[in-house]
């Protein structure tokens, strides 16, 4: 299981954009995550008339390296850390690690 997901709001705990809080957009399967106004490039594309795209700078997302963010604990307004416990009918939930609180309903 995943510590963290799509969907799952997380704070930036390194690098440049350290603070930041974001939403997980999309993840990759080598351990990146796309964060919602975090890591923004500027990208100098080539316009393409064809295709009816217009040249210039073009700020996108990059990914950023998943053990570069925390899971955001709103009850605390700090990153978190994320454990994983077995319930009793044998589903497997997330929980924040200050308080116990479960992330997964």
């Known amino acids: 299981m995943q510590k963290i997901k799509r969907d799952d709001?997380?704070?930036?705990?390194?690098?440049?954009?350290?603070?930041k809080i974001g939403t997980v957009t999309?993840?990759?399967d080598d351990g990146r995550l796309f964060v919602s106004g975090v890591n923004i490039i500027k990208r100098h594309?080539?316009?393409n008339p064809q295709?009816?795209?217009?040249?210039?700078?073009?700020e996108k997302e990059a990914?950023?390296?998943?053990s570069n963010v925390a899971i955001y604990n709103s009850a605390t307004n700090k990153?978190?850390?994320v454990g994983v416990k077995i319930l009793e009918d044998g589903k497997k939930?997330?929980?924040?690690r200050s308080t116990g609180?479960?992330?997964?309903s």
């Open 79 to 81: 990153a978190d850390r």
């Open 9 to 19: 709001r997380v704070m930036v705990i390194a690098g440049r954009d350290r603070g």
């Open 101 to 104: 609180d479960q992330i997964d």
């Open 45 to 47: 594309t080539k316009g």
């Open 26 to 28: 999309r993840t990759l």
């Open 93 to 96: 939930v997330r929980f924040f």
């Open 63 to 66: 990914p950023i390296q998943a």
């Open 51 to 58: 295709m009816g795209q217009p040249g210039g700078i073009i």
